[in-house]
Nanobody, 124 residues
């Protein structure tokens, strides 16, 4: 069964850190570009951090540059998102994704490889 399962979300104070994990099963992650997306209430889904299959090309949304870092561990079939210096506006449901076709540096929205999402709430 092909699936991506996120974990690591929760409630964090402003200025705090969270590390999201996404474990892939049923396919080999190293053959795919990867990415993290988020969607806040009333807003469109946006690409936050993405990485090419080789790992040589990364993309970060301007709003998270210098604070978030995407990484992958192909041996564990897992991708990560390290989130530091969190702000209330980072509050959203975060989704991981994998694709062979990238658009604007991130997995195509048409990819069937998506997780169900994990909630991150930044609040004091």
């Amino acid at each position: 069964q092909v699936q991506l399962v996120e974990s690591g979300g929760g409630l964090v104070q402003p200025g705090g850190s969270v590390r999201l994990s996404c474990v892939a099963s049923g396919f080999t992650l190293e053959n795919y570009g990867i990415g993290w997306f988020r969607q806040a209430p009333g807003k469109e889904r946006e690409g936050v951090a993405c990485m090419s299959r080789s790992g040589g090309v990364t993309y970060y949304a301007d709003s998270v540059k210098g604070r978030f870092a995407i990484s992958r561990d192909n041996a564990k079939n897992t991708l990560y998102l390290q989130m530091d210096s969190l702000k209330p506006e980072d509050t959203a449901v975060y989704y991981c994704s994998a694709a062979t076709f990238m658009v604007g540096g991130c997995p195509s929205s048409r990819t069937p490889y998506r997780g169900q999402g994990t909630q991150v709430t930044v609040s004091s």
